[in-house]
């Protein structure tokens, strides 16, 4: 199960420099690579300290972090829905994420320009957000005529479709994100149909490199929106640090982890999910589902077969299994337990599935 997460910004407000900054990031104990799919995509472990305590208590022979794809996408102008710039190439790559991660510029260089000659964070967050609706409204404005016309047939399911077009229609029409759309349970089952640009989950870094960060810039910025202040260039030139002094850096800071770190984890968690383990003499290994997943589908995320052939699943919480000592001392406590097919997979799960062949 792979989930992917767009970088996006206006021209030199340090997109690059932070997915550079991803590229070369090492997690500590993880023997999962840095990878790179094509020149702008790339596959960053997850940073979670977990792993490690589990191996430890396994002497597991391999370590394997889950992870996550970042996408360094083109940079947008005012004017990307109609074409402007890269504007096509821009919006066929960010409708093919799970999640944006917009970069906003919050620092003054006299040497690195602005596209619109001055920097105001409010402003090219409006920008960005304004292009993305209006991307949605040209969508929504030709699927809402196809489906007036099929509602003409009067069946509940076209009606309904219609309906929820209009919902839309009149929300992005008035300036408004997709994801603030109310739908009731019903129409949620024919939300996939709508596949928005502002429906997708979004979280903004304020780039403060090298400048100073004021939170109050741009007058309510962070008003609904989720925020984390990152200089973008100190941590690219972390990444290039060796993993002890990176950790020395950070200790004298009394920090637990760097802001790349903290990016990963808050990209994960914008994107509702959740890691459970598999822990043994041969690997330790961290898998992701969404929040929500009951055992079975948690089990075809290892492997398809696991799912179609589903027993139970032999679950304990990582930190019970550790403070035992093992899943013998465990299994001797009661605190090993068996669940079946309608058990809901928990963060920090520790699994082992059980299933026909």
């Given at each position: 199960m792979s989930f992917s997460i767009g970088i996006v910004g206006l021209p030199n407000v340090g997109k690059s420099t932070l997915f550079n900054a991803l590229t070369n990031l090492e997690v500590e104990a993880a023997n999962y690579p840095f990878a790179t799919i094509e020149p702008n995509v790339g596959v960053v472990p997850v940073p979670d300290r977990r792993l490690a305590s589990l191996a430890a208590l396994e002497k597991s022979e391999k370590i394997i972090p889950t992870v996550i794809e970042f996408n360094d996408i083109a940079g947008l102008v005012a004017g990307a829905h109609k074409g402007e710039g890269l504007g096509n190439q821009f919006l066929s790559h960010i409708r093919e994420v799970d999640s944006i991660v917009e970069v906003v510029r919050f620092f003054d260089d006299k040497n690195v320009i602005h596209v619109s000659g001055k920097v105001d964070p409010k402003e090219d967050m409006e920008t960005i957000e304004t292009e993305l609706i209006l991307a949605d409204l040209q969508m929504i404005e030709k699927k809402r005529e196809t489906l007036r016309k099929a509602a003409k047939s009067g069946t509940h399911d076209d009606l309904l479709r219609a309906q929820i077009a209009e919902k839309y229609f009149e929300a992005l029409s008035a300036g408004k994100r997709a994801l603030n759309v109310k739908l009731t349970d019903e129409e949620q089952k024919y939300s996939h149909e709508f596949p928005f640009l502002t429906r997708k989950p979004m979280l903004y870094v304020a780039n403060i490199s090298p400048g100073p960060f004021s939170p109050t810039s741009g007058e309510d910025i962070h008003k609904d929106k989720k925020f984390i202040a990152l200089d973008c260039k100190l941590e690219a030139e972390l990444t290039q640090l060796p993993d002890k002094?990176?950790?020395?850096?950070?200790?004298?800071?009394?920090?637990?982890?760097?802001?790349?770190?903290?990016?990963?984890?808050?990209?994960?968690?914008?994107?509702?999910?959740?890691?459970?383990?598999?822990?043994?003499?041969?690997?330790?290994?961290?898998?992701?589902?969404?929040a929500g997943t009951k055992a079975p589908q948690a089990a075809g995320v290892i492997h398809t077969d696991f799912e179609k052939g589903f027993i139970k699943a032999e679950v304990i919480n990582w930190k019970t299994l550790i403070d035992c000592g093992g899943y013998q001392q465990a299994r001797d406590k009661g605190l090993l337990r068996f669940e079946g097919k309608d058990y809901v997979i928990q963060d920090g799960d520790v699994v082992h599935f059980r299933f026909s062949k």
């Open positions: 002094e990176r950790r020395e850096y950070l200790l004298g800071l009394n920090l637990q982890m760097t802001g790349l770190e903290k990016l990963i984890l808050e990209s994960y968690d914008i994107l509702n999910l959740i890691t459970f383990f598999t822990a043994g003499s041969k690997e330790t290994r961290a898998w992701t589902c969404k």
